[in-house]
């Protein structure tokens, strides 16, 4: 069975459903979500990650952890949260680079939230022999309470989005909806107008209290827009292709463009310094991607350069994720030198 015909026999039984109820039964029905039953990363997967094109994100990430650490001023034991952590890559990558700072990794527990019990058994696998006490979470709700360095790659672009269109009436909320034929379609027609992700607003309200209640710093990497924007960001890809949103529920990844203005204006609500966002890119560099993808380069054979040099471009690289993707800091509102960062950033 398909989650095609539950989603019909759901909208029979109670009516149309909002952009978000579609998004969130696409990807975390807990039979047939798409995250629920499959590995859906790399070349036989759907899309690839930065931590999966190159172990220099990873590692620079790892790098930028232990820095933090030091601006929180070495706390003895230290929550090392990554949320929606895929294969496990990044967190063992920056565990791997992050080696190199004394004390740090004496200080590390590992705690992964994620809700797909397929991806937590890969993550286990890939982070066996790593002798750091591990948690894993259904959700940031069960974090402890301890100085935390949060990292989150590619999460809040798979959170459930609301869509709205302009009408005569005014501004309606957009839904998926059953014709006589048993197909689901979009309601009402139109151009979307504006997008809004409250459960991400709600995960990063949470993650500013309890950062400024323990002490600590996050970085959320995603793709999205700095300023907030109009328009239909929804998309769905399934073996690297685009596909219509409705077409193949289940099968392919859904996902939005993440709206980084509110993202940067909740937390400071909730009173945490910003930095941010700034271009992955830029962040990179300013980080030494280059350096390191030239250490890389010097003990590396014919057919690995390649790999190296292409896997360097494509995080850098403005025409590849260069640009589209953006890097966010919550960091203590003393902090003034964050690596990657100008200076903390008020958000109207
Ligand atoms: C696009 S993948 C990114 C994986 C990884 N960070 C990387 O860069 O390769 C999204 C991850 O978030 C997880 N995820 C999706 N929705 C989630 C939720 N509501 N709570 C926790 N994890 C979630 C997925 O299972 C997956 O591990």
Redesign the pocket.
Known sequence: MSLQPIIAEHIRAKGKISVAEYMSLC??HPEFGY?MRKD??GANGD?T????ISQIFGELLGLWCAHAWALMGRPKRIALV??????G??MADMLRASRIQPGFHETLTLHL????PL?RETQEKKLHDLKFPKFWHE?VDSLPDLPTIIM????F???PIHQFIKTKEGEVERHVALNDAGEIYFTPAGDVVRESCPLALEIVRKLSAHLIKNNGAALFIDYGYSKGSTGDTLQALLAHQFYEVLATPGEA?L?AHVDFQSIAQAAQKQGIGVMGPVAQGIFLDRLGAEIRMQQLLQNASEGQRETILSGYQRLVMPDAMGHLFKVLALVPKHWQQVPGFQSQVVHP
């Open positions: 990807l975390a995250y859906p990363f899309f990650t930065a931590p999966e990554e949320i929606g952590p895929g294969r890559t990044l939230v994620e809700t797909s991806l959700s989150a790659n590619e999460f672009d798979a959170l990844d996902t």
